[in-house]
DNA sequence: ACCTTTTGTCACTGTATGGTGACTTATGTA
DNA sequence: TACATAAGTCACCATACAGTGACAAAAGGT
C-alpha cells in the first residue's frame, strides 16, 4: 500500500459500478436490509453506522441524511419488523375457531414454535427481549407482545380459561418455555440436555407442551 | 490539551498510589473480578482487553502476560464460574430426599427461580447460552448445564417420573421457562404481558410453575 | 553486595469506528 | 436550455480498540 494515501474509509471496489442508481426510496431500502440482515446474523454488537453501509453497498453519509444515525434507523426498522409480526401471526390465524381454550392455546403454541424455528426474524426478535438492555434496540422489542397479543383476542372469541387457573401465568411459561428452547437451539447444539438439531426433539417438545396444556386446561 | 502530547491509552490518576501492591495472585484474582463484573453488567458488548484493565486498575499488558489474551481470560473466568454453580446448587440440595417425582421438580424449579432471580451471575449465565453464537464466551455456557445435572443426579435418588411421560423434555420446557422469564424481567419490565417488577407476579408463576408441575407428574 | 527474575508501567503502531463538511453529478422543473 | 435541488461520493477528524516492545523498580536468591 501507499503510505501516502490514507486509506479510505470504505475501499469498495469502485470501477464496477462507479454510481448508484439515483433512486431514494431503493437505497432506504437497502439500508433498511442490510441493518436487518446485520442484526438478525451477528446480533446488536456488529451493529454500526459503518458495517451497515458496507453491507448495503452505500455510503454511510446517506444514513445519516435519510435517518438521521443509527437511533433513527432502528426506529424505522422497528416499525417494519412490527408490521412483520402482524402479517405473520394474522395471516396464521386459525380460520375455523377452536372448540375449547386447550385448543387455542394448543394453536398458538405451535404456531409460535413453528414460527420461532423457521423465521430467523422471529427468533432474533425474542433475543432482543432479553439481550438488549441498552435501550439501542428497545424500539424493536415491543413489537412482538403486542402482535402475540392480538392474535390471542382475535382468536380466542369468547373462549374463557377454566376457573381456578391462572392462564396468563401459565400462557406465559408457554410462550417462555419456546422462546427460550428456540434461541438455545441457535448457538448451542443441545437444549437443556435434548439434542437441538435432531428433529425427533423438537416432536418430543411439542407433545411435552402439548401435554402440559391439556392437562392444564383440559381436552 | 497539548497536541504534542498524545493521549496515552489509560489515563488514569497517577498520583494517588503510583505503583500497584507487587503481589500477583492479588493482581490476577483482580482482573477475573473486574472481567466477571464487566461481563454481567454489560453482556459480550463492552468486554474487551481495554476495559477489564481500567475496570480492575492494572496495565492490559499484564492480561496478555498472565492470561494470553481475551480468550485465555475467559477460560480461566469459565472454570471459575463452573465452580460458582456447582457450589450453588449443590449447598442447595434437599437434605430430605422428596417424597415423589413431582415434588423432586418442584424444588428443583423453585430453587432455580430463586436462584437466578437474586444471583446476576445466574442470570448472566442463561443469558450467554442463548447470545453468544460466535464462541467467544463458549467455554462458559456448559457449566450450568452440567451443574445442573450434577444436582438432579444426586437429588433424585431412586425416584421415576410416572410412565407415559417424556419427563426430560417437560423438565427442559421448564427450565427454559424460567430462565426465559427471568432474563425478560431483567431488560423489559413486563415479561409476556406481566408486570415484571411486581412481586405478585413472582407469586403468580410460581404456582403456575408448580401447577404445570403437579398436573403433569402427580402430587 | 550483585545479578536475575518478576511485576508493574509507559509509549507506540495499526486499524476500526462514529460523525461531519464539502464536493460532484444526475434529475426534474421552469 | 438553464438551474436549483436532491442523490451519491470523498476526504477528513477525533476517538477507541487490540496488541507489542521497551523500560523502571521491587523481590529474591547467590
Same mark, same amino acid.
Given at each position: 500500500?501507499?503510505?501516502?494515501?490514507?486509506?479510505?474509509?470504505?475501499?469498495?471496489?469502485?470501477?464496477?459500478?462507479?454510481?448508484?442508481?439515483?433512486?431514494?426510496?431503493?437505497?432506504?431500502?437497502?439500508?433498511?436490509?442490510?441493518?436487518?440482515?446485520?442484526?438478525?446474523?451477528?446480533?446488536?454488537?456488529?451493529?454500526?453506522?459503518?458495517?451497515?453501509?458496507?453491507?448495503?453497498?452505500?455510503?454511510?453519509?446517506?444514513?445519516?441524511?435519510?435517518?438521521?444515525?443509527?437511533?433513527?434507523?432502528?426506529?424505522?426498522?422497528?416499525?417494519?419488523?412490527?408490521?412483520?409480526?402482524?402479517?405473520?401471526?394474522?395471516?396464521? +390465524?386459525?380460520?375455523?375457531?377452536?372448540? /375449547?381454550? !386447550?385448543?387455542?392455546? &394448543?394453536?398458538? %403454541?405451535? @404456531?409460535?414454535?413453528? =414460527?420461532?424455528?423457521?423465521?430467523?426474524?422471529?427468533?432474533?426478535? +425474542?433475543?432482543?427481549?432479553?439481550?438488549? /438492555?441498552? !435501550?439501542?434496540?428497545? &424500539?424493536?422489542? %415491543?413489537? @412482538?407482545?403486542?402482535? =402475540?397479543?392480538?392474535?390471542?383476542?382475535?382468536?380466542?372469541?369468547?373462549?374463557?380459561?377454566?376457573?381456578?387457573?391462572?392462564?396468563?401465568?401459565?400462557?406465559?411459561?408457554?410462550?417462555?418455555?419456546?422462546?427460550?428452547?428456540?434461541?438455545?437451539?441457535?448457538?448451542?447444539?443441545?437444549?437443556?440436555?435434548?439434542?437441538?438439531?435432531?428433529?425427533?426433539?423438537?416432536?418430543?417438545?411439542?407433545?411435552?407442551?402439548?401435554?402440559?396444556?391439556?392437562?392444564?386446561?383440559?381436552?
Amino acid at each position: 500500500m501507499d503510505p501516502d494515501t490514507p486509506t479510505p474509509d470504505t475501499p469498495g471496489d469502485r470501477g464496477a459500478a462507479k454510481t448508484r442508481s439515483r433512486d431514494r426510496a431503493a437505497t432506504e431500502r437497502a439500508i433498511l436490509d442490510a441493518a436487518q440482515t446485520i442484526l438478525t446474523q451477528q446480533g446488536a454488537s456488529g451493529f454500526g453506522v459503518n458495517a451497515v453501509a458496507r453491507a448495503a453497498r452505500v455510503d454511510k453519509q446517506l444514513i445519516y441524511r435519510y435517518y438521521g444515525g443509527l437511533d433513527g434507523l432502528l426506529e424505522a426498522l422497528g416499525d417494519r419488523i412490527a408490521l412483520w409480526w402482524q402479517d405473520k401471526l394474522l395471516d396464521g +390465524a386459525p380460520d375455523t375457531p377452536p372448540h /375449547s381454550y !386447550g385448543a387455542l392455546m &394448543t394453536a398458538l %403454541a405451535l @404456531r409460535l414454535l413453528h =414460527l420461532m424455528r423457521t423465521e430467523p426474524l422471529a427468533m432474533q426478535s +425474542a433475543l432482543w427481549e432479553l439481550t438488549d /438492555s441498552t !435501550g439501542l434496540v428497545r &424500539t424493536l422489542t %415491543a413489537s @412482538r407482545g403486542r402482535a =402475540l397479543g392480538l392474535w390471542m383476542a382475535q382468536a380466542r372469541g369468547t373462549l374463557q380459561p377454566p376457573d381456578g387457573v391462572d392462564a396468563a401465568a401459565v400462557n406465559a411459561v408457554i410462550v417462555a418455555a419456546i422462546s427460550y428452547m428456540v434461541l438455545a437451539s441457535r448457538t448451542s447444539n443441545t437444549v437443556i440436555g435434548l439434542a437441538a438439531d435432531d428433529a425427533a426433539t423438537w416432536g418430543r417438545i411439542e407433545t411435552a407442551i402439548c401435554g402440559i396444556i391439556r392437562s392444564t386446561y383440559g381436552p
